[in-house]
């Protein structure tokens, strides 16, 4: 049988088969020779000392112990060309994961993406980023694997409790992801990698009998005695189905506005909002670090910050070590922002959402929309945003020290983003109360990250997309929506999951629900 065992090595000791297997031969007081394996579970940075540690969980395989490769399998899916169908709406992670264990389940996935497949969305990548034009269809946003895709890749999540966690991470793995992702404590993929993962669980979809239609956005929904029949997409075509997940993702504007416009019950929900914060990645290494230089076995350093400023919470979010910062509007007349990192990690720069979270009373100006109050507050800033930076897709930018002391920078330098910036006072894009609380956090953040406050830093706004700005009620045991039957609200975009790993989760949730109903 083999031990199971958790030690602290050096990084390079870490990063080195044959100095692991010394290091565990030395620890169980035995010859390297008589250890056949050592198996890494599970693998962690420890940098709260000034030596740097990798903790290390791990099983140790004895010369003539049985020990195998593990390989991950993907599931026996059957062909279900056939069967029941279920419409999907969105082929992000919530839509594709739902679309995979309805297949495993014996249904038919019918999947309408309003977007390209990853492919095609490249050129209207390029085009938002050099051109500064907006397909409303086409963008970071939307598109086959959703927001994720072109977005990083994280698959840390704190929402264990919300589903099998390590089941997503070997699905991942089984359709290409590096193995790393299960040993790792903060894994990622790396927008560079998700791609190809991407098209080949399209692939399987397809392959299986189910379907994939990409540029099809749904533009109503077929009721009768408030329960589903099906969807009408744009050129007027009724996709027929009584049971329909809902997996739009979180800036889906148009569905919310849709359900609103048809008295299905929806409401507004709180979510958090604010800049996007990029130091040079050195600096922030010698931060975290505490070196001058990280070394070849470290990787470029994160980090995570949280203060209550004013009585509201003000984080990091989504932090990209090593990435850049994307533009990530859904609409002409806005300017939104986000970060991503390539699977190396090998920019330059770090970047990090700094949000501060909301509360439904700062939607007051807006309540004459109704639950779409804090839809309209999130898009009057991101217009506001436009208009202050050019009518392009610049985005305002202002030096971080400047910007706690209401200065206007006198320049910016070139940043990560790519359509560039324009140097503005923040105090002019958000609310006073939240410029305030942002100021404020920020003298806080240096205080607990000695160099962080530092001019060489510069804000980007905003960080807007964080969260759905809606929920879409639906019932704790069924997952059907509250008034219409046959309807899931599925994912972030209907306000229950918050990334990729949770998202997936909640996908195969409301698949599980659909098969249950169906196959009592």
Not at 17 to 31: C, D, N, R, T, Y
Not at 51 to 71: H, W
Not at 400 to 405: A, K, M, R, S, Y
Request: aromatic share 8%; with cysteine; hydrophobic share 40%.
């Amino acid at each position: 049988m083999p031990r199971e065992f958790q030690f602290q090595v050096a990084p390079e000791v870490a990063a080195n088969e044959s100095l692991l297997v010394q290091h565990v031969a030395k620890l169980f007081q035995l010859s390297s020779k008589e250890i056949q394996k050592v198996v890494v579970i599970k693998r962690s940075i420890d940098a709260r000392q000034k030596a740097i540690k990798i903790n290390i969980k791990s099983q140790v395989f004895l010369v003539g112990e049985t020990y195998s490769e593990s390989k991950i399998q993907l599931p026996d899916y059957p062909n279900v060309a056939h069967k029941q169908e279920v419409i999907v709406v969105g082929a992000g992670p919530a839509g594709l994961f739902a679309a995979l264990q309805l297949i495993e389940l014996g249904l038919k996935p019918i999947v309408l993406e309003r977007g390209k497949d990853v492919r095609g969305r490249r050129r209207d990548l390029k085009a938002i980023n050099v051109d500064g034009i907006v397909n409303e269809d086409s963008n970071y946003c939307f598109g086959e694997g959703g927001a994720g895709t072109y977005s990083d890749g994280k698959l840390y999540t704190r929402s264990k409790k919300r589903g099998d966690v390590d089941r997503i991470l070997e699905l991942l793995v089984g359709f290409g992801a590096t193995p790393d992702i299960l040993v790792e404590a903060h894994p990622h993929i790396g927008t560079n990698k998700l791609p190809q993962i991407i098209q080949d669980i399209r692939e399987k979809i397809i392959a299986c009998g189910g379907q994939v239609l990409f540029e099809t956005r749904v533009t109503d929904f077929v009721l009768k005695n408030n329960e589903m029949q099906g969807v009408v997409v744009q050129n007027g075509t009724v996709i027929s189905a009584n049971k329909v997940i809902l997996a739009t993702g979180h800036s889906a504007r148009d569905i919310f506005e849709l359900l609103h416009k048809k008295n299905i019950l929806i409401e507004a929900k709180p979510f958090a909002l604010g800049v996007r914060a990029e130091h040079p990645q050195e600096l922030i290494d010698q931060i975290q670090y505490s070196c001058d230089f990280r070394g070849d076995y470290l990787p470029p350093a994160p980090y995570s910050i949280v203060k209550q400023v004013n009585g509201r919470g003000m984080y990091s979010f989504c932090m990209c070590p090593g990435g850049v910062i994307a533009p990530c509007a859904t609409a002409p007349g806005e300017v939104v922002t986000n970060g991503w990192s390539p699977s190396k990690r090998d920019q330059a720069t770090a970047n990090s959402g700094i949000v501060i979270e909301l509360k439904l009373d700062d939607f007051k100006p807006f309540e004459k929309f109704g639950p779409l109050a804090g839809m309209e507050f999130q898009k009057s800033i991101e217009q506001k945003a436009w208009h202050l930076a050019g009518e392009t897709q610049k985005a305002p930018a202002q030096r971080l020290i400047d910007f706690t002391q209401n200065k206007v920078s006198n320049d910016i330098p070139k940043t990560s983003y790519v359509p560039g910036t324009t140097s503005v006072e923040m105090g002019r894009v958000f609310p006073s109360f939240l410029t305030q609380i942002m100021r404020e956090g920020f003298v806080q953040f240096g205080k607990s990250m000695q160099g962080y406050m530092t001019n060489e830093a510069i804000l980007h706004a905003p960080e807007s997309r964080t969260s759905s700005p809606v929920r879409i009620p639906r019932d704790n045991s069924s997952l059907e929506h509250l008034q219409i039957k046959g309807l899931y609200p599925c994912g972030e975009g209907a306000g229950y999951a918050g990334g990729i790993i949770s998202a997936a989760i909640d996908g195969e949730k409301c698949a599980l629900k659909i098969a249950e109903q169906l196959h009592p």
